[in-house]
């Protein structure tokens, strides 16, 4: 009965032993992934600015202002100018800026390229500036006269008629760049006189974090922890020792 109770006693006392160090264990990884998390915490995420818009540009030659800050100061304009010029008869597509550092991304010999939803807009990029006289031209339709009639044509990298596709923008606020976009519907149809060239405004965003990126049809920002596990068990899975860990990589 003596060696019954003993081995007993002695059998509570290793499991007690053993809990209290899995604790220890567990306390301590704990700790020390509360502190990793607080000392490796991601700093404030940046502000995608999204503005969603409704916006044709006219054809009278009035400008449409688009301020992507709304800060009050126009930050790009667009603008239709239909003209002669000793002969053919033009209507053109504009992208303006007042301030020289605004720009629109460009590709290769494009100045003002249309981009596709997801690509990056960034410093990696390249740009042309949009503080011309009239600006850059996105898209154009010339009217030729002859004595055999009259023949039409469409140029720009926005001829093609298309819905929702993107401007790459850079613009400076404060002297900082920022990156961003402006969604347009656009296109370049002949017969049908000035009215052949459109234009249609549906929205506009820009990263409020200087210098970073920004995807075209990016309305909000991603979080930079969003793959991050947030299972309570996997602590426990730690606080295993090298068989937790192996567990835990496993699961991951």
Known sequence: MADRWKE?????TTLDSSL???????AATAGAAGVGMLALAPPARAQIVYTPAHIPVPHNGYFVP?????DGVSDFSFWIRTYADFGPYYVDLFLYARKAANAAERMGAVPAARLASGAVIGSAQEFTPAHLLFGLTLEKLQ?????????SFCEGDWKQPQKDAYLGVRFAISGQLH???IRLSAGCQTGQ???GVKGFITG???????GQPILAGQESAVSADSGTSRDPGSLGLLAL????LDLWRRRE
Do not use: C, M, V
């Open 20 to 26: 209290e160090k899995r604790l220890a264990i567990y």
């Open 143 to 151: 009217k030729n006269y002859s004595q055999r009639g009259t023949f």
């Open 204 to 210: 506009y965003a820009f990263n409020s974090e200087p």
């Open 66 to 70: 688009i301020d992507l800050n709304h």
């Open 179 to 181: 990156y961003g976009w």
């Open 193 to 195: 006189g000035s009215g």
């Open 241 to 244: 020792g090298s068989i937790g």
């Open 8 to 12: 007993q006693n002695l059998r509570e």
